[in-house]
């Protein structure tokens, strides 16, 4: 489909979301969505991420919307979009620092593979508790190594361990937002590094793949983007 067709539709489904009058507000709790329209995210929510949603995130989400601090929850559609990730990497070693609940925690423990692993950090058990019981009936607490108290000590000790070093695939991080840098700092040194081993059949293709994106880059009859997305997805569209 044609980049003017693809805006079109988009337009026309915008359109048809805000032609009623008396627009309601979204239902997601604690959503972070920049979408500026309410009965847009809505309609992305009803035709995309709710029918997807496994019966124990539903719950989840629906007891932690009962919670006071509601807010701080990550909401439906980046959870399900955390789940395709993961896939994407095949990731299996993960770690989550900001649990609250455990929305996005649960959707990490679904997308791992059973023998999947998430250390998971929150200053609040009792919150971490709430979700338990959601995270249990979904078979997958046993992939979740859960520590009370602040992140930055036990990191501290992680990269300190030569072993520690490069072995998560995937860390998430929505705690509190002055410690960020620290935690980045810190965490660069325990995710899979730059240099990994290729599988055989990648690094077989690497050399093609590379002398493609060269041609691509200098090729003046096309508009390009590279997508990290899996092992890497490029758009081409040719210039009229």
């Avoid at 559609?77 to 994407?88: A, I, S, T, W």
Wanted: a negative charge.
């Amino acid at each position: 489909m044609a980049s003017t067709d693809v805006a079109a539709e988009v337009k026309a489904q915008t359109t048809q979301v805000e032609e009623p009058a008396k627009v309601t507000r979204h239902q997601e709790v604690g959503h972070k969505s920049l979408l500026q329209s309410d009965a847009l995210y809505q309609y992305i929510l009803e035709t995309s991420v709710y029918p997807r949603e496994p019966e124990p995130l539903k719950e989840l989400r629906e007891v932690t919307a009962k919670h006071p601090w509601n807010l701080m929850t990550t909401s439906a559609d980046e959870g399900q979009f955390l789940g395709l990730l993961l896939k994407l990497i095949n990731a299996k070693n993960t770690m989550e620092i900001g649990v609250y609940t455990g929305y996005s925690l649960l959707s990490t423990a679904l997308a791992l593979p059973d023998d999947g692993k998430i250390l998971a950090m929150d200053i609040n058990r009792e919150n971490y508790d709430l979700g338990l019981p959601m995270i249990e009936k979904a078979g997958v607490a046993h992939k979740i190594d859960f520590r009370e108290g602040p992140a930055l000590p036990l990191l501290d000790e992680m990269v300190k361990n030569e072993e520690m070093q490069g072995s998560f695939d995937f860390v998430f991080v929505d705690a509190d937002k002055d410690n960020y840098l620290n935690y980045h700092r810190r965490l660069i040194d325990l995710v899979a590094p730059p240099d990994a081993p290729l599988r055989k059949y990648v690094r077989y293709y690497r050399d093609f793949v590379m002398e493609l994106n060269k041609a691509l880059a200098a090729d003046p009859r096309i508009e390009i983007s590279q997508i990290p997305v899996g092992d890497g997805v490029t758009l081409c569209r040719r210039n009229y």
